[in-house]
């Protein structure tokens, strides 16, 4: 099949989970025999200079990107205040960008045009113009959700009140839409559940995250036991919130049973308020050269979240990298796992003490989580056969 991705930030180097989940879908198609394009919004966020880019990359995606300025401004933002408008939303438009897309489905034919994420949804008008090909919407998340969850989370009345404005705009703008793709891959059960709960009628599927396990290899050479550690980019609210919410009210309490082990914050654009901190056996390293290489040198995986959706990258690599992960149910929300056998959950500050001082003080324990961790991951979340599931269901939309 010929296939039109359109990605909402640039899919290659696949660095954070966003980036990393697009690209291993494109891989995977194309593996499973379809023709794959990638047209990508390049944004000041995720800035990647096109020649920066892998060539073998470029020439088999035939890939094109287009710069968007998808900063927050504080003029547009009070402005948008006395609109109706998802600012969410309108920040990933800009009409360089439909020009492009219309010249490439004007000189091309796509059977598919597969939309990574809810932030490219507002050009379905302008495909639905140009081109005869399915429109699929990629769901990473229910989006609206996320910005519930962070207003709910958030103590700070002006920013509470602020997150509940994006939350009830973003979702007025998600449900409009809700009904029109041709069809939406979910990737989570709990997203696809939501999407019917909200009267969609379009056909649906999930499509979990998968990875090439083969290229996941355990290495306890360099491994530190014990440590913790957390790894992901900070610019997500959702991680900055949860990192913050560990260093408050789990950390301490953690220390004081294991005074001698070693917190490590590993990703990107780590905040100047994380950086200037001077807690005890906190070490703050930012962006990691090589993410596996620093999970394999490391030996608990923590995933705090307290807000968020969809699904969760770095669990599934954590986990194919034999690692035990001690995270909160939204954290581990959309993997098919069964509690203390795959991973240990824990939602409250003392359920997460625990646990960390569970996998901290038996290591047989913590070793066989992680060993049932690879298990699962191999068994669950293979790229191949989660790729093939997807091409079935573009055969189905266009036969129908």
């Known amino acids: 099949m010929r296939?039109?991705?359109?990605?909402?930030?640039?899919?290659?180097?696949?660095?954070?989970?966003?980036?990393?989940?697009?690209?291993i879908l494109t891989d995977g198609l194309i593996k499973c025999g379809n023709n794959v394009k990638v047209l990508a919004v390049n944004t000041p966020k995720h800035?990647?200079?096109?020649?920066?880019?892998?060539?073998?990359?470029?020439?088999?995606t035939a890939f094109q990107s287009v710069y968007i300025d998808t900063s927050v401004k504080p003029i547009g933002a009070f402005l948008n205040l006395f609109s109706n408008k998802s600012y969410n939303i309108i920040r990933f438009y800009s009409k360089e960008f439909e020009n492009t897309l219309i010249d490439i489905l004007l000189k091309q034919e796509f059977d598919i045009v597969h939309l990574e994420t809810l932030w490219v949804a507002s050009y379905v008008d302008t495909i639905r113009e140009y081109s005869k090909a399915k429109i699929v919407l990629r769901s990473q998340n229910v989006e609206y959700v996320i910005w519930e969850r962070l207003a709910d989370a958030s103590t700070n009345f002006f920013k509470k009140w602020y997150l509940k404005l994006l939350a009830e705009r973003l979702k007025k703008y998600e449900l409009s839409m809700l009904n029109r793709y041709d069809g939406i891959a979910a990737i989570t059960d709990i997203d696809a559940k939501i999407h019917q709960k909200l009267a969609c009628t379009l056909p649906i599927i999930t499509i979990p995250f998968g990875i090439d396990v083969s290229k996941y290899k355990k290495d306890e050479s360099t491994t530190e036991y014990p440590s913790v550690f957390h790894i992901g980019a900070?610019?997500?609210?959702?991680?900055?919130?949860g990192i913050k919410w560990l260093l408050e009210n789990v950390w301490p309490k953690v220390l004081l049973k294991h005074p001698a082990v070693n917190l490590y914050l590993a990703g990107r654009n780590m905040p100047s308020w994380l950086k200037q901190l001077s807690i005890p056996n906190v070490l703050v390293l930012g962006e990691v050269e090589d993410s596996n290489q620093f999970i394999n040198s490391k030996s608990i995986m923590l995933v705090?979240?307290?807000?968020?959706?969809?699904m969760r990258v770095k669990i599934i690599e954590?986990?194919?990298?034999?690692?035990?992960?001690?995270?909160?149910?939204?954290?581990?929300?959309?993997?098919?796992?069964?509690?203390?056998?795959?991973?240990?959950?824990?939602?409250?500050?003392?359920?997460f003490v625990e646990a960390i001082h569970t996998c901290l003080s038996d290591k047989i324990y913590a070793d066989t989580v992680a060993r049932n961790a690879r298990i699962l991951v191999e068994k669950k979340y293979d790229n191949i056969t989660i790729c093939k599931q997807l091409t079935w269901f573009y055969k189905a939309l266009i036969q129908n």
């Open 3 to 23: 296939i039109l991705q359109i990605c909402s930030k640039m899919p290659f180097p696949p660095k954070d989970g966003g980036s990393i989940a697009m690209n």
């Open 47 to 60: 800035f990647i200079k096109e020649d920066d880019i892998d060539v073998e990359y470029r020439k088999r």
């Open 234 to 241: 900070m610019d997500w609210m959702p991680n900055a919130d």
């Open 304 to 310: 705090p979240l307290t807000s968020g959706g969809g």
């Open 318 to 351: 954590g986990m194919a990298l034999g690692k035990t992960v001690v995270s909160t149910s939204i954290g581990a929300e959309g993997i098919e796992y069964e509690n203390l056998k795959d991973i240990l959950i824990a939602d409250s500050a003392d359920e």
